[in-house]
């Protein structure tokens, strides 16, 4: 019988992080399975909990509702946390977020191998000063492979190659209780909204999209959180608002089509394997696109760099977008 190996993983936030890292898991798992029964533990913030909710590779998930009690200003919220991360014990605790509180949440648990990234390769460079194992990674590299160089580097392993990574097996699991949309015709699903204004693909440019696919008979989905959309009336889209985790979950792989600036509904489509169109402008996509022969992406800009007045997602054009979503579509018109 294989010998037990117990690892924590954490990534408490946001959405796409948490895809990006939770991906590896699959081939890690795969890899390590060779000489040990892999357990697998993931500690999360609460609001993001239901993205990893059932997922095959997690044996148990743990939601910290670290966000919820600093908005709320509970420490006692704060010390029961840290009173039942003491409880827990790893032969492997792994950092995947690289911040000050993401090591301090690692540091609270109970193991001699405390990986993360080296003081040059992470986000919040004193966190690094917490870790018992550092690996070296260019911070531009792209996002899966740098996940990948940490996870499978504390465990000496050979690295998977970036298109491996690209197209991992199934990873998250899907929420079935939501009955199926009823709409006729190729399910096309747009994502207004994301974390930043200069993420945000532009409402007008949207609703010029949406036009495109009428065009063709189709009715595409518009989903978002906070804004109201203002259309014309002959336009013919349905809305979808106020959606939770779940609910999305039992969405996005109902779809032909998710298109949406490079946010994590969008991401989610590519764990899903649904066909995604991902727009960028102030992030570069050479980092953060998932890109495969059904999860294309467009970029505003050849040459980000974080820029908040980076508002370069608006400069790309609606009809290169729909020209793009016909071919995965198949539509030859």
Not at 72 to 101: T, W
Not at 292 to 311: R, V
């Amino acid at each position: 019988m294989l010998k037990p190996l117990k690892i924590a993983f954490i990534r408490l936030s946001s959405m796409g992080d948490i895809i990006h890292s939770a991906s590896i898991l699959p081939s890690l798992f795969s890899a390590l399975s060779e000489k040990y029964q892999p357990i697998f533990d993931w500690y999360v913030d609460s609001i993001f909990y239901e993205i990893l909710e059932q997922s095959p590779y997690i044996h148990k998930l743990i939601a910290l509702p670290i966000k919820q009690s600093l908005q709320e200003r509970k420490p006692k919220n704060l010390l029961k946390i840290y009173q039942s991360l003491k409880e827990e014990s790893y032969d492997y605790v792994i950092d995947l977020q690289g911040l000050i509180k993401s090591a301090l949440i690692g540091k609270c648990l109970t193991t001699q191998h405390f990986i993360g990234f080296d003081y040059q390769s992470i986000k919040e460079p004193l966190a690094s000063f917490f870790y018992t194992q550092k690996v070296s990674i260019p911070y531009e590299k792209h996002i899966l492979l740098r996940n990948a160089t940490l996870a499978f580097s504390a465990f000496n392993l050979t690295i998977p190659t970036l298109q491996t990574l690209l197209h991992p097996p199934t990873f998250l699991a899907s929420n079935s209780n939501l009955s199926p949309l009823l709409i006729e015709g190729k399910k096309v699903l747009l994502v207004l909204e994301t974390s930043k204004p200069n993420k945000t693909y532009p409402q007008s440019s949207f609703l010029e999209l949406v036009r495109l696919f009428n065009i063709v008979g189709i009715k595409p989905l518009l989903l978002s959180h906070k804004q109201k959309v203002n259309a014309d009336k002959n336009l013919d889209f349905q809305t979808l608002s106020h959606l939770n985790l779940g609910q999305i979950k039992a969405i996005l792989p109902q779809m032909d089509l998710i298109i949406g600036g490079d946010t994590g509904i969008t991401h989610l489509s590519w764990a899903f394997n649904r066909p995604s169109i991902t727009l960028f402008g102030a992030t570069p996509a050479q980092r953060f696109g998932l890109n495969t022969d059904k999860n294309l992406s467009l970029s505003g800009n050849p040459h980000p760099n974080y820029d908040k007045k980076d508002y370069s997602i608006t400069l790309i054009p609606p009809q290169e977008i729909f020209n793009q979503a016909k071919n995965l579509l198949g539509i030859s018109q």
